[in-house]
């Protein structure tokens, strides 16, 4: 399939504009429920002022909301720092597991719109790779969004990773759903161009119920 480089860029801007949008709902949502229980703490005073006394334990629970929100808040901001420097270099040494971790928090939001829960195994070792790290996590997103859209097994994808000689596999499993999906539709020219770019192979057993990405450990 031939591409067309300035796809890669079109493409890159739409997945970065996707990803910030996600993020942007995500702070949004907690700033409102961070408003809302800065008003229950208004209350709370005013009541104290007339006389009422103070619920120590309705306290505790406001606090404990503000301070777990906080803590929401922390890790998506630091998750969009992750990503936001993903584009730093165009080529970088960068943990695939990581790479994957990121994505996976990145794209929770997606999935749990479609009801879809993922799962990253562990990985004792770390498979290590000189690659584009946003190119990467392009890929990787693009080829979780498709997998959404099949029917996943008790609506679980399983992502883990496998080392082969000079190669890592990123593979996304228990796709049953696959072998209902139209062949026609991936990859798409958008992740062909993507692993073309990475010198990754993808491919998908719809028997197996499963995409396999194979990317190089340096990409050379």
Known sequence: MEFDPDNATSGGLQFFGTISASISHEIKNILAVLNENAGLLEDLVLMSEKGIPLNSERIKSVSGTIKNQIKRADLITKNMNSFAHSVDEAVKRVDIYEILELIVALTRRFADMREVKLELESCSNHAV?????????????????????????????????????????????????????????????????????????????RNAGNIKIRIPENIG
Do not use: V, W
């Open 129 to 205: 790779a000189t690659t584009n790290p946003f190119f990467l996590e392009n890929l990787i997103y693009c080829c979780i969004d498709y997998a959404m859209k099949s029917k996943a097994e008790d609506s679980i994808i399983r992502i883990s990773i496998q080392k082969e000689e000079t190669d890592i596999l990123i593979i996304l499993g228990k796709l049953q759903g696959l072998s209902n999906t139209d062949h026609t539709e991936f990859p798409s020219e958008r992740e062909a161009g993507l692993a073309n770019l990475l010198k990754a192979d993808i491919n998908l057993d």
